[in-house]
């Protein structure tokens, strides 16, 4: 009876946020504005659309954890690096889930570049293990594929696919196939406005808006709401002037309650604003 409440919201977990392999947002940025990254720009996009890796100038790093409906059990740590080059910035990311008797580990291998001026691409591999004692180990491989396009000054559309190809993880089981579009509107320096439709093809698709205004220079805003489940969420991001940025942020589910959660990202040589 000791796991038995925890492991009920796991399977909740899993079934309304496809964890597994799947992650719910991009970083903590992209969790306090809806859940909504498609269009990011920067070090999140390792965990959102790998094809805003390109935007990348600086070596960048990140860290992000959240504690879903405030449950120890239920806890997910990321952690990622993107290198920028001449040939594309490459990028890894890790990814861990769950509790001592129910969890899954992602490992990812990733890359983006920009083919024109205002087109790039991205792509990721990854390995996805999910662990029971009680059972062993399972593993799996997939990809999932992004394209990033400027249509506009200020207006960016981004398209991704997790896992386009049906991957069984256990009997009768697979890996979810997530399809997700959205745009970001920049109409200042200040504000940012994202729109993003995502649909797995075994549920009905997801709508998620956010918002991010900066306050004052270095103080972000952020807030932002999303449908099948209904989820408000808020945060407020921090950037220093050394390039080191703060993340919090919270979601809230109706039923479920609040998921917390904290990021912090850093690019090496980057200004405040850059």
């Known amino acids: 009876m000791k796991h038995l409440l925890p492991t009920f919201f796991v399977l909740i977990c899993l079934n309304a946020f496809a964890?597994?392999?799947a992650l719910p947002a991009a970083g903590a940025r992209g969790i306090a504005m809806g859940q909504a990254g498609v269009a990011f720009e920067d070090v999140n996009?390792?965990?959102?659309?790998?094809?805003?890796?390109?935007?990348?100038?600086?070596?960048?790093?990140?860290?992000?954890a959240e504690r879903r409906f405030l449950l120890e059990e239920l806890q997910?740590?990321?952690?990622?690096?993107?290198?920028?080059?001449?040939?594309?910035?490459?990028?890894l990311s890790l990814?861990?889930?769950?509790?001592?008797?129910?969890n899954e580990?992602?490992?990812?291998?990733?890359y983006g570049r920009r083919l024109f001026n205002r087109f790039a691409i991205g792509a990721q591999f990854l390995m996805l293990n999910t662990r029971?004692?009680?059972?062993?180990?399972?593993?799996?491989?997939?990809?999932?594929?992004?394209?990033?396009?400027?249509?506009?000054?200020?207006?960016?559309?981004?398209?991704?696919?997790?896992?386009?190809?049906?991957?069984e993880i256990a009997d009768n089981a697979y890996l979810p196939t997530v399809l997700k579009i959205g745009?970001?509107?920049?109409?200042?320096?200040?504000?940012?406005?994202?729109a993003e439709v995502?649909?797995?093809?075994?549920?009905?698709?997801?709508?998620?808006?956010?918002?991010?205004?900066?306050?004052?220079?270095?103080?972000?805003?952020?807030?932002?709401?999303?449908?099948?489940?209904t989820e408000i969420s808020f945060g407020l991001g921090y950037r220093l002037a050394n390039g080191l940025s703060l993340d919090i942020a919270s979601r809230y589910h109706q039923v479920l309650g609040f998921t917390p959660a904290a990021g912090v990202s850093y690019g090496f040589g980057q200004k405040r604003g850059e």
């Open 19 to 21: 964890q597994n392999g």
């Open 45 to 64: 996009s390792l965990f959102g659309n790998q094809a805003g890796l390109a935007s990348l100038e600086t070596v960048s790093g990140l860290a992000f």
């Open 76 to 91: 997910s740590f990321s952690f990622g690096a993107a290198y920028p080059t001449s040939s594309g910035t490459f990028g």
């Open 95 to 102: 990814n861990y889930f769950g509790f001592e008797a129910y």
């Open 105 to 110: 580990q992602r490992i990812g291998l990733a």
């Open 132 to 167: 029971i004692p009680d059972y062993g180990n399972k593993a799996a491989f997939t990809f999932e594929l992004g394209a990033l396009a400027e249509l506009t000054p200020g207006l960016n559309l981004g398209v991704h696919i997790f896992s386009p190809a049906r991957v």
């Open 183 to 194: 745009l970001s509107y920049l109409p200042s320096d200040k504000l940012s406005l994202l």
């Open 198 to 229: 995502e649909k797995d093809i075994d549920y009905a698709a997801r709508t998620k808006v956010g918002v991010e205004y900066y306050i004052a220079e270095p103080l972000a805003l952020r807030l932002g709401v999303a449908t099948r489940p």
